[in-house]
């Protein structure tokens, strides 16, 4: 899965040099082979499996905040990549010209907490990942660290091309079958960042057992439970702005959902 999401984020970059076309993607891949399930993640969507008596998540999400070491320290061993545009130290707040000379906490690659430096001019760049939650940039750019293509995506006014930042190489977690007990209303649920910005693993678990128990004889209950969570995610509109039915905002991102269903499985 790693070999295969890295040779198709190289034919990604010939098609797009060819064609003289831009863009990328995240990417969640799923594999059963031989009683195993592996999910593969290179971006910020996120794949959960929901069963009777457990919630098993089988993804993480790589964004500038959750990748900040990696993504400094090879700022670290490549500084040119930078282009002397950015700074590499992660700070609490952006510094400013009177903060010279002033001590103030900071974050390098090989460190876990903060620590204190004195703030030199060099320090007032801009950060290389800055911002928090939905707002945190790659280069003032990108909200994701890992993903396919953007080969030619270059910083806005600069010559600093995002993709040596930008990882194709997905994370692989593996699920054993063999070590579970599999019912009829298990299931696989795989979606973009739309669904998971409003509702957490647990609500979505939720949703999904009481949903399934509701409609045991539908054959197609499954892409409906997609629909349903999808239509949850989504909100009600409410003059101008969609609303969830707690009345907190409702997803701005787009929303796909899969709900793969688990038992009865042929065996190879």
């Not at 940039?137 to 600093?160: E, F, P, Y």
Request: proline share 3%; hydrophobic share 40%; charged share 30%.
């Amino acid at each position: 899965l790693q070999t295969c999401l890295n040779q198709q984020d190289e034919v990604i970059g010939q098609e797009m040099e060819a064609t003289n076309q831009t863009g990328g993607c995240t990417a969640l891949a799923a594999l059963y082979f031989q009683g195993k399930l592996y999910v593969a993640n290179a971006g910020d969507s996120r794949a959960i499996l929901v069963l009777k008596d457990d919630l098993v998540p089988l993804s993480c999400e790589f964004t500038p905040e959750t990748e900040r070491q990696r993504i400094q320290h090879l700022a670290f061993l490549f500084p040119k990549l930078l282009d002397d545009e950015f700074t590499r130290f992660e700070f609490p707040r952006r510094l400013k010209g009177d903060d010279v000379g002033q001590k103030v906490l900071y974050r390098d690659y090989f460190m876990e907490g903060w620590g204190y430096k004195t703030v030199e001019k060099a320090d007032l760049k801009y950060p290389l990942v800055h911002g928090h939650g939905k707002q945190a940039r790659l280069l003032g750019t990108l909200a994701v660290s890992r993903g396919l293509g953007d080969h030619q995506l270059k910083v806005i006014d600069t010559n600093i091309e995002v993709k040596p930042f930008l990882s194709c190489i997905p994370k692989v977690n593996v699920f054993d079958f063999a070590l579970h007990d599999i019912k009829e209303d298990d299931v696989l649920i795989m979606a973009t960042d739309g669904l998971w910005d409003v509702l957490c693993n647990k609500e979505v678990a939720q949703t999904a057992r009481s949903f399934l128990a509701e409609n045991r004889t539908d054959p197609h209950r499954f892409s409906e439970l997609a629909e349903c969570l999808v239509s949850r995610a989504r909100g009600k509109k409410r003059g101008h702005q969609w609303m969830l039915d707690d009345s907190h905002e409702a997803s701005y991102d787009d929303i796909s959902v899969f709900v793969i269903p688990l038992h009865n499985r042929e065996e190879d």
